[in-house]
T-cell receptor, first 115, second 110 residues
Framework: DVKVTQSSRYLVKRTGEKVFLECVQD?????MFWYRQDPGLGLRLIYFSYDVKMKEKGDIPEGYSVSREKKERFSLILESASTNQTSMYLCASSRSGASNTGELFFGEGSRLTVL | GDSVTQMEGPVTLSEEAFLTINCTYTATGYPSLFWYVQYPGEGLQLLLKATKADDKGSNKGFEATYRKETTSFHLEKGSVQVSDSAVYFC?????????FGAGTTVTVRA
């Protein structure tokens, strides 16, 4: 069964802490994405990566960075967490090129609370 | 830029009622359109899609037709069940990424 796995379902951090959210996919997908989901705002793209060591800013990259050292793993980093980063974070992956049908495969999400 | 607007919720229905969730889009060209569903406690999953004008996507009793003239992709189901309670997201594929609507929460009562 194909899967996107996010390492933590629930996290509670303090303002100013460095936070790592990990995501692993087992589908050999080239593309990986990080979204945040907030009520009334839907999903907003933070960063995405179309290859190892490649990254592109999405719509709301401020306050975030990412790392993709291996094809199957995509990490989201909050260098100094703030309360306005309290949210649900969703990782997704997809095929690329001619195989890209637009279908994203999502993890179950990581709910981060910053106090 | 590309954007999707879907009707606000929440929507509460009784079992066997008819469900419609409106979705309109703004985009250059003719993007592929999608409906994703998020059941409680789960990640989003693709419900259906359409890749060109007049295409109808369908799955699990849900349908949506790509209407170029009205730039719409409304989701419909003729008889909902309690198990259809979820958050529904309309989305379009522009260039390299998906743009999502705000989501509509649907609750179906027995």
């Amino acid at each position: 069964d194909v899967k996107v796995t996010q390492s933590s379902r629930y996290l509670v951090k303090r303002t100013g802490e460095k936070v790592f959210l990990e995501c692993v996919q087992d589908m050999d997908h080239e593309n990986m994405f990080w979204y945040r989901q907030d009520p009334g705002l839907g999903l907003r793209l933070i960063y995405f990566s179309y290859d190892v060591k490649m990254k592109e800013k999405g719509d709301i990259p401020e306050g975030y960075s990412v790392s993709r050292e291996k094809k199957e793993r995509f990490s989201l980093i909050l260098e100094s967490a703030s309360t306005n980063q309290t949210s649900m974070y969703l990782c997704a992956s997809s095929r690329s090129g001619a195989s890209n049908t637009g279908e994203l495969f999502f993890g179950e999400g990581s709910r981060l609370t910053v106090l | 830029g590309d954007s999707v607007t879907q009707m606000e919720g929440p929507v509460t229905l009784s079992e066997e009622a008819f469900l419609t969730i409106n979705c309109t889009y703004t985009a250059t060209g003719y993007p592929s359109l999608f409906w994703y569903v998020q059941y409680p406690g789960e990640g989003l999953q693709l419900l259906l899609k359409a890749t060109k004008a007049d295409d109808k996507g369908s799955n699990k009793g849900f349908e949506a037709t790509y209407r170029k003239e009205t730039t719409s992709f409304h989701l419909e189901k003729g008889s909902v069940q309690v198990s259809d309670s979820a958050v529904y997201f309309c989305a379009l594929l522009g260039d390299y990424k998906l743009s999502f609507g705000a989501g509509t929460t649907v609750t179906v009562r027995a």
